[in-house]
Structures are given as structure tokens and as C-alpha cells.
């Protein structure tokens, strides 16, 4: 399958700031106006974890639950085996398989933006989500002559309330 591929080369990537480098195959605009990049440089950037299947020409990105499949000349992936349709597709291009990046990139949870004036990708990941450890329940200790035993107060409300 043949397709076109614009002239304009020069796009660069960053993340976070970060300059995203591409040791081979090299970002570049689609005849849709769509930049379209390494799917294994960028995935890994953000931390994902990229698997080839050669036999269908399927890349899976893996990051924590997450699980996107792309099939190369498609026009949608599948995020968790939920399909999400795309404006364009990606492409097989200097052995490498070129996927849209912003909707890659947005299905893994980050914004992207286009600064026109230097032709840069800008990636921003999600700010790290803080889980906050489940507070214990403190014990208590009831003094009774016919009961010494250790409980939470929740248990001990329960056990001594005289409603059901």
C-alpha cells in the first residue's frame, strides 16, 4: 500500500520539556496535516511498554491496565478492546510503524498541543495521581471485669449499641 508522505520533516517532539529523540525514522506531517511519529519512541517516553505482532502488523502499547492495539493502515485503535476511531492512520515508513501522535499520545492520558512557529509536538504526561494509603482504624481497649478484649471503636459501637 502506497501513501503519501509531505515534504516537511522538520517536526520535533517534546515531553514535559523534554526533547523526544528519534534515532531513525523521523516525525513528519501526513497529507492529512497530521503528525505522525515512531509508535515505540514516544510510547516509551511515556512510559508504556511497546509489543510487535508481525503476522497482523499489530503494535500493542501497554501502560498500569491500559492496553491500546494498533493495526498499521487502520483508522482506529482499540483502547482496552473499546475502539476508537481516527481522522488518519498510521503507516509502515523506514521500518518503523508512524502513528498519529496526538491521538496516540492522548489515549495514553497526556495533552498535546501544536506550536506552529517552530513546528513542535508539545506533550504534556498527566500529573502523577497520589494514592493516599487507607487510614487504619485505631484500637481501643475496653475495661470490663467480664470482658478484656482489643477492638476497633467501629466494632465496639456496633457490639455495645442497643439498636440493631
Known amino acids: 500500500m502506497c501513501m503519501g508522505v509531505s515534504a516537511q520533516s522538520d ?45 497482523s502488523q499489530t ?14 493502515y487502520q483508522p482506529m485503535a482499540y483502547l482496552n478492546d473499546e475502539m476508537m476511531v481516527m481522522d488518519t492512520y498510521g503507516i509502515l515508513k523506514d521500518s518503523r510503524t508512524m502513528v498519529p501522535i496526538r491521538f496516540i499520545s492522548e489515549l495514553l492520558g497526556c495533552t498535546v498541543n501544536w506550536d506552529e512557529k ?26 470490663s471485669p467480664s470482658l478484656m478484649r482489643t477492638e476497633t471503636p467501629s466494632s465496639a459501637l456496633k457490639r455495645l449499641s442497643p439498636f440493631p
Not at 492529512?32 to 510487535?52: H, K, M, Q, T, Y
Open 118 to 143: 517552530t513546528s513542535t509536538v508539545v506533550i504534556t504526561s498527566p500529573k502523577d495521581v497520589v494514592d493516599f494509603p487507607e487510614p487504619e482504624a485505631p484500637s481501643m481497649t475496653i475495661n
Open 11 to 55: 517536526v520535533k517532539v517534546t515531553l514535559d520539556g523534554n526533547e523526544i529523540f528519534f534515532p531513525d525514522a523521523q516525525p513528519f506531517i501526513d497529507e492529512r496535516d497530521r503528525v505522525l511519529v515512531p509508535i515505540r519512541f514516544v510510547s516509551e517516553a511515556l512510559g508504556a511498554l511497546v509489543d510487535w505482532e508481525n503476522e
Open 59 to 72: 503494535a500493542i502499547i501497554r501502560q498500569g491496565r491500559d492496553e491500546i492495539r494498533y493495526t498499521v
